[in-house]
């Protein structure tokens, strides 16, 4: 499978919704629960009978939560005046970028390259010229 057709879909939907819910004026706590509940609507279109391990749904709960924090801290972000999405939108972007490289090394096993390496200063660098 081509996974540049779901990498692209992915890149949309998540830098539209940021900008969709800004225009909801909703408070953190509504905007979260929002989100949440149209994400639970989608991906109920993609649950199969098979039952899941305890330690499956645990870790997926885990993941929840730690995904629930960072949608609050973004729904705060965005109702917050004079803060500009097209400022914090790519740093979140470029922080998750350089988390997910190190976390696929250390947690992983993933094999450092210098095209990581110099993937990650790259973004460092964008997220120092954007700030």
Request: charged letters at 10%; a positive charge.
């Amino acid at each position: 499978m081509n996974p540049l057709p779901s990498i692209l879909i992915a890149a949309l939907f998540f830098s539209a919704w940021p900008i969709i819910a800004k225009f909801s004026n909703l408070g953190v706590g509504w905007l979260s629960l929002v989100i949440a509940t149209g994400t639970g609507l989608i991906a109920l279109t993609q649950v199969n009978h098979e039952v899941p391990l305890i330690r499956q749904l645990l870790i997926g709960i885990a993941a929840g939560l730690v995904n629930g924090i960072g949608t609050l801290a973004y729904a705060k972000l965005l109702n917050t005046k004079g803060v500009d999405v097209s400022k914090f939108i790519p740093l979140i972007l470029g922080l998750i970028v350089v988390f997910t490289v190190v976390a696929g090394i250390f947690l992983f096993k993933e094999p450092l390259s210098i095209k990581k390496v110099t993937g990650v200063l790259l973004v460092v660098i964008a997220i120092f010229l954007l700030n």
